[in-house]
C-alpha cells in the first residue's frame, strides 16, 4: 500500500473518532452548564479550551458557551473541532477513493453534504446527535464491511488511538472541574456506557467503580485500557514477519501508556488523575508521530536504482 493511502487512512479513523467524541465531550459540558445556574461559565469554558489545546482568551475576556461551540464545534477550518473534523475526513477519504469501499465514501461524503444544514441549530444537543449518528455509520461500516486487512488495520490504528486520547480528555475535565462538574453517571452516558456499566456492577453505583470502567475496563470497548489493546493489535498486524521479532517506537509507547494503568491500582489511579490522563495523550502523540515516520515517510530523497533486467 502507497504511504499516503496508508496516512489518509489513518487520519480518517481519527478524525471520525474526534468528531464523535468532542460531540459527547461538548454535550456534557452545555448539558451541566445549563443544569447549575451557578456554575463558573467563564472558569468552565476555559478548563475546557485549555484541555483541548486550544488557545484561551485574555484574562480579561469572557469566556462562555457561545465561544467554546464556535471553537469546538462550528470551526470549518479547525480539525481541533467537530466541523472541522468531518471536513478532514472526507478530504483523507477522497484522497484514498482508490482503495476504500464505494459505501463508506459515500457516508463520509454524505456527512460532509450535510454539514451546513446542520450547523448553528437552535439546539446544540441536536447537532450532537447528528454527529454521533453519522460517526456510528462510518464505524459500522468499518467493522461490519471491511476484510481485515491493512486498510481496516490503518483505521482502526488511528480511530483506537484517538479514543483513547479522547477519553483521557474527558476524564481530565471531570476531574478539573470536581464536584461542579458532571457526575459519573453523565460521562458514562455521554459514552454509552451506562448500562453496560449497571449490568457489569448490578446497579451499584460508585464514583470509583464508574471511573474505573471507562479506565481499565478491558470489554468495554471505549475504555482507555481497551483503545490502548487496540491500537497495539493494529501495530502487530502491520508488521512484516521479518520485523517481528522487534517492538516499534509507537508500540513502547502505547505500551507504557496501557500498563500504567492496567497494572496500577484504580485508588492510585484516581488520586492522581489528571497527572496519569496527560501521560495517556502524551503517549497517543509520540505514538502518533512514531507511526508517522515509520509508516509515512515524507520529504525522503528518491534513489535511482537502476532498471530491473
Known sequence: MLSRIAESLFWIGRYVERADDTARLLDVHVQSLLEDPWAEENLACRSLLSVMDCPVPADDVAVGRAHVLEVLAYDRDSPTGIAGSIVATRENARRAREIISTELWEAVNGTYNQLPEHLHTAQPHDFFHWVRERAAIVAGIVDSATARDDIWHYLVLGRSIERADMTARLLTTRALAGAGG?????????????????????????????????????????????????????????????????????????????????????????????????????????????IRSRYFPSGAPTVWVGEAL
Not at 479506565?215 to 514477519?241: K, M, T, W, Y
Open 182 to 290: 458532571p457526575d459519573w453517571a453523565t460521562l458514562l452516558r455521554s459514552c454509552g456506557a451506562y448500562e453496560s456499566y449497571l449490568r457489569r456492577y448490578r446497579g451499584r453505583v460508585s464514583d470509583a467503580s464508574a471511573a474505573g470502567f471507562l479506565l481499565i475496563d478491558q470489554p468495554f470497548p471505549r475504555s482507555i485500557v481497551h483503545a490502548l489493546g487496540q491500537a497495539e493489535r493494529c501495530l502487530d498486524a502491520l508488521e512484516l514477519p521479518a520485523e517481528g521479532a522487534t517492538i516499534n517506537d509507537a508500540r513502547l509507547h502505547l505500551g507504557h501508556a496501557r500498563t500504567s494503568l492496567e497494572y496500577a491500582s484504580l485508588e492510585s489511579i484516581l488520586t492522581r488523575l489528571p497527572t496519569k490522563m496527560e501521560t495517556v495523550q502524551r503517549s497517543c502523540s509520540a505514538a502518533s508521530d512514531a
